[in-house]
């Protein structure tokens, strides 16, 4: 199992998620899970500008989570997690 870090906007979403929505919570959980778990991350979704280095995987229909693999480190560093109108719109302009 890869080494893992969280982001704190992602961390506080996942708190208040946890006591909203337990359902896709621990779909959210199981996808972090599978991520850490797989042999080669480097299938996942590469994401364009302004979201270039980040990749995506759908979690519970419309809903996005974005996250980075540093492979020298072999770590992951997820960054978000909400509505993909939300994830693309809100994206950083670089």
């Given at each position: 199992?890869?080494?893992?870090?969280?982001e704190d906007?992602m961390?506080?979403?996942?708190?208040?998620?946890?006591?909203r929505?337990?359902?896709?919570?621990?779909?959210?959980?199981?996808?972090?899970?599978?991520?850490?778990?797989?042999?080669?991350?480097?299938?996942?979704?590469?994401?364009?500008?302004?979201?270039?280095?980040l990749k995506?995987?759908?979690?519970?229909?419309?809903?996005?989570?974005?996250?980075?693999y540093?492979?020298?480190?072999?770590?992951?560093?997820?960054?978000?997690?909400?509505?993909?109108?939300?994830?693309?719109?809100?994206a950083?302009?670089?």
């Open positions: 199992m890869r080494k893992f870090s969280i906007d961390k506080a979403k996942l708190i208040k998620l946890s006591k929505d337990k359902v896709t919570y621990e779909a959210l959980m199981r996808k972090i899970d599978e991520i850490l778990s797989c042999e080669d991350v480097n299938h996942y979704k590469n994401l364009k500008k302004p979201l270039q280095g995506r995987v759908h979690v519970k229909g419309p809903f996005v989570m974005t996250f980075k540093l492979e020298s480190n072999d770590k992951v560093v997820f960054y978000d997690f909400d509505h993909h109108d939300k994830i693309y719109l809100n950083p302009n670089q």
